[in-house]
């Protein structure tokens, strides 16, 4: 699990066996989790934005980016010109608890433009296999839309959205992407609980294992 703070790396020389972008790789099985309730058209992130639920159906323009490594011998993740990962081994996610694991899947570097390049991934898993990646985070956010599962009239009105999380989990030999944004909420989502108005939903968006 990467926690330390990035830094900058020249961009890798991308090869046509490590593109991973959603649309045009085959064998390619990306598990997509959408809000039942926005459904953007296609033409959303060219609306204007105000980062409330005026939006609707809610978009985002720029990302905080994070990468977390489990069951890995090394791991490394260049993006934005930027690296991340772990150059010594990882555990696996099932040391930790379920409290720890949410804690891990954060994002802490950005913001940075949606459109930006993909991500680049350079990792061992555990049987000494090194595998290569790219992660084309663009394409899979291609809409903008904000993934969630908040319905429009449980979100008040004026309220800024928080930041769009984006993730990259290396997992042994499986590349998965998740996010999450804070949504905020008109009822508290724990029972007594004044601090829970909002839900921040843990979304896996792509995976594709090696």
Known sequence: MFRAPPRPVRPWRRTAAALLGIVFVAGCQPAMTHSTVSDPPANAPNRPYTGTVADWPIFFNHLQFGVACFDTETCRVAYNDFEFGNPGPTGPVSALSPQA????????????????????????????????????IAAIFADGSVRHQVS???????????????????????????????????????????????????????????
């Open 101 to 136: 694991y949410d804690a891990a899947m954060t994002a802490n570097y950005g913001p940075v433009a949606r459109e930006t390049p993909p991500a680049e991934i350079v990792w061992r898993c555990k049987n000494g296999t090194e595998l290569r990646a790219e992660v084309d």
């Open 152 to 210: 429009r009239d449980e979100i008040p009105e004026g309220i800024s959205m928080g930041t769009t999380h984006v993730l990259v989990e290396v997992n042994d030999r499986t590349v998965s992407v998740y996010t999450r944004t804070m949504i905020p909420t008109k009822r508290e989502q724990i029972a007594g609980n004044q601090h829970s108005t909002f839900r921040d939903d843990l979304i896996k968006v792509y995976s594709r294992t090696y």
